[in-house]
């Protein structure tokens, strides 16, 4: 089986590091991989090293022009299937390149945000199969008419081998000056505004006042971020809400956390909750998308309704309150992960899929 995977995301962030985890994945297990990616981005320099990369210009939603570009890759790597990604200007027109050469094109939707019935009925019409990384989009794409028969369900992968409840504090005081017995809490997200760091700005006040001295550390990058650093300076902030940037190394800042934060707006499955998770570390989250999936309520983690600043700053409260809860939280995280969130379960959902798509086409 041969495979061509579409992916138009620049940086590694959750959807595109899930797509090299499957390529790598479905390597292992014989099927050949092609990815079509973006010219010089960190998802192309980080591919497999038996997958065919080709990069090339991919200029969003009214590139039309990509079309014809991704239809001569197929022309000339004849896969089996198509598997588009990402939305950012492959969703639908991979879809139609696939088609115009007559390969089965699916789809991952990774994301819960609502879109017209009319048009979600017409877009993913295009694909024998839209594979969702969480229920919570299954639901939304049955609200909005699409077939319940076009739809599976495969969750996303967490590294577990990478990352694990080994916590090394001295690292921590080396590289970002944190000492050992401070609490702190990590959100791990892009810097835009369904990620929810104005929410979390909105609660941190009232935790301050009884915890002055915790970290908040931001890892991520987006639009947003130069607007959030300003708020944060006006809030006075900035010496309790660290922005660090696009890390690589959130296997070594996780595992020392008290708690992750995501209070998201609208979610799919959230790949750093996972990774928080698998590290031991406890989750407040929103109660939204593929949230409550990924982070079992009262097990490994808290739910909060989304944009309820009282909630979240009474969950983080809570955590930092009670030593036997945050404990039990952390203890259990592992075991959630391992039992529906793992990287062989991921590849294996979307091979059986493609086996699905082939069989019947």
């Known amino acids: 089986m041969k495979v061509l995977h579409v992916e138009t995301g620049q940086n590694l962030w959750g959807g595109a590091q899930q797509v090299l985890y ?97 048009v979600a009925r017409l877009k993913y019409r295009l694909y024998k199969k839209v594979i969702t990384v969480a229920g919570g989009i299954s639901e939304v794409l049955l609200a909005e008419g699409v077939s319940a028969d076009r739809l599976r369900l495969v969750h996303s992968g967490v590294d577990r081998r990478r990352f694990k409840p080994d916590p090394d504090r001295d690292w921590m005081a080396a590289n970002l000056g944190i000492e050992k017995n401070t609490i702190i809490i990590a959100m791990v997200a892009q810097y835009i505004h369904r990620k929810g760091h104005r929410i979390m700005l909105d609660a941190l006040p009232s935790v301050l006042e009884k915890y002055p001295d915790l970290q908040v550390l931001c890892c991520g ?46 979610e799919g499955i959230c790949g750093a909750a996972l990774q928080a998770q698998s590290c031991g570390v406890p989750v407040i989250a929103s109660r939204v998308g593929g949230l409550p999936e990924a982070v079992a309520e009262d097990v490994s983690g808290l739910l909060v309704d989304p944009g309820d600043v009282e909630q979240l700053s009474q969950a983080m409260l809570r955590l930092l309150d009670d030593d036997a809860l945050r404990q039990s939280l952390g203890d259990a995280g592992p075991g959630h992960v391992a039992g529906r969130f793992s990287i062989s379960a991921m590849v294996q959902g979307n091979l059986e899929v493609y086996k699905e798509v082939l069989n019947r086409h």
């Open 22 to 118: 499957l390529i790598q994945g479905l390597g292992r297990l014989g099927v050949s991989n092609v990815l079509a990616c973006t010219e010089g981005g960190a998802v192309s320099e980080n591919a497999p090293n038996d997958c065919l990369v080709v990069a090339m210009p991919m200029a969003g939603d009214l590139d039309l022009a990509f079309i014809g570009r991704l239809r001569k890759i197929i022309k000339s790597e004849r896969p089996d299937l198509v598997h588009v990604h990402s939305r950012r200007g492959a969703d639908p027109l991979a879809a139609i390149a696939a088609r115009l050469r007559r390969v089965p094109v699916v789809v991952s939707r990774r994301v819960d945000n609502a879109e017209q019935p009319w």
């Open 221 to 266: 990058s987006g639009p947003n971020e130069d607007a959030l650093a300003v708020l944060i300076g006006r809030r006075g902030l900035a010496d309790q809400v660290r922005m660090l940037g696009f890390r690589d190394d959130l296997e070594k800042i996780l595992p020392c956390c008290t708690m992750a934060l995501h209070p998201a707006l609208t």
